[in-house]
């Protein structure tokens, strides 16, 4: 019987030349890799000891004609390795279990990997994702290319997602009218922070707030939130203007502006206060809008934190052609589907107990099947 696993990555294209040097399925690398990063390898060699410590488990899955392959065999296939293609084979997984009704909430956000230096904008590998919200899943990924930015590099992200049904929320970095063109084209609606980098577009909306202040606010739509924990209290006032009047032209099916004030202190110190903007083509009310602004950074708790955390993203020093990005995308791959495990304890917990029971690992991989199949 073969792993759901296997059967996503059987179409991977194989970036090595067919010569008899090439003695390993790409199919079994991937899915070993995979399996590997979920049960607690952090590297090449780690994998390749994990894989030779369980031949005998994936001798029931894979083929492997000539056994486990070495750590320089997983060095150098994913190096070569098409990173687009890889996430994308991962991403359409993942989405099939996002078919849910109603708007399905798209989070896109930028990572940095500080050991792993290239010519990017921020000066290391720095990914960008696409992150389900409601189903804690990657939907896909991209790097920023040497001498790029994550502003370029969202639309090449969103132009691999489907996007009908869904709402893509985007901070300032997303706040570009080609990118909020895009997703209407691809039949989503947007939510995105409306910062310095659009001045125009921010004082037209500051304008608006001031003229709605005016007016005492009448016809505006109006929520507040508190919520104290950590030794930290917060008070979130949000305010919506549907409709609104005196924004630039170029701006695609704008229904909304909403102005979020926020209050914060901790541990009894002074409060701080800060003021943020937001474009939306939504027509709904100050409620649901708070919901999507702050859910929006569970994509920094439910997945960024445990990279960090748990995966020790930040200390990854994979610079050989495309391993950082494709072992990125195999530690979003493994947050995904150990999130969906369905049992307790914490990410790390999950990932030793995959790496010493064979069955709770078969658990982990079909969870996303079991879990959303219809």
């Known amino acids: 019987m073969p792993l759901p696993l296997a059967t996503v990555l059987a179409d991977v294209p194989d970036p090595r030349r067919d010569t008899e040097n090439k003695l390993h399925l790409l199919t079994d690398i991937l899915t070993i890799a995979t399996c590997a990063i979920i049960a607690g390898a952090d590297g090449w060699e780690q994998i390749a000891a994990y894989g030779e410590a369980k031949e005998e488990f994936f001798g029931r899955f894979l083929e492997l004609p000539n056994g486990i392959p070495s750590h320089d065999t997983f060095g150098r296939v994913f190096a070569k390795l098409d990173p687009d293609a890889f996430a994308d084979r991962f991403g359409r997984w993942m989405a099939s279990a996002c078919e849910a009704t109603g708007l399905v909430q798209v989070?896109?956000?930028?990572?940095?990997?500080?050991?792993?230096?290239?010519?990017?904008?921020?000066?290391?590998?720095?990914?960008?994702?696409?992150?389900?919200?409601?189903?804690?899943?990657?939907?896909?990924?991209?790097?920023?290319?040497?001498?790029?930015h994550e502003i370029t590099t969202i639309p090449d992200l969103l132009g691999a997602l489907d996007l009908a049904g869904a709402l893509v929320t985007i901070d300032a970095a997303g706040c570009q009218k080609a990118t909020v063109a895009q997703i209407r084209e691809q039949g989503g609606d947007y939510l995105v922070c409306v910062k310095g980098n659009q001045k125009g577009l921010r004082d037209a909306v500051a304008d608006v707030f001031a003229r709605a202040g005016e007016a005492e606010f009448a016809g505006c739509d109006m929520a507040s939130e508190?919520?104290?924990?950590?030794?930290?209290?917060?008070?979130?006032?949000?305010?919506?203007?549907?409709?609104?009047?005196?924004?630039?032209?170029?701006?695609?099916?704008v229904g909304a502006v909403a102005l979020v004030c926020?209050?914060?202190?901790?541990?009894?110190?002074?409060?701080?206060?800060?003021?943020?903007?937001?474009?939306?083509?939504?027509?709904?009310?100050?409620?649901?809008?708070?919901?999507?602004?702050?859910?929006?950074?569970?994509i920094e708790n439910g997945l960024h934190w445990v990279l960090d955390v748990s995966f020790r993203e930040d200390e990854s020093r994979a610079r050989a052609g495309h391993a950082g990005a494709n072992l990125g995308m195999l530690r979003r791959v493994a947050v995904s589907l150990l999130k969906c495990a369905g049992t307790k304890g914490s990410i790390q917990t999950r990932r030793m107990r995959a790496g010493w029971d064979d069955d709770y690992l078969l658990k982990v991989l079909q969870g996303i099947n079991a879990e959303y199949s219809a």
């Open 107 to 148: 989070a896109i956000d930028g990572k940095s990997a500080r050991h792993s230096p290239t010519g990017t904008f921020t000066g290391c590998l720095h990914l960008v994702e696409a992150w389900a919200v409601e189903n804690r899943l990657i939907l896909g990924m991209r790097s920023v290319p040497e001498g790029g």
């Open 262 to 298: 926020r209050e914060r202190s901790v541990s009894g110190a002074r409060a701080e206060s800060t003021a943020h903007y937001y474009l939306t083509s939504l027509h709904v009310g100050a409620d649901v809008l708070a919901g999507y602004i702050r859910n929006h950074w569970g």
């Open 226 to 253: 508190v919520s104290a924990g950590h030794g930290r209290d917060e008070e979130r006032y949000v305010t919506v203007v549907q409709a609104p009047d005196g924004l630039p032209d170029g701006w695609t099916d």
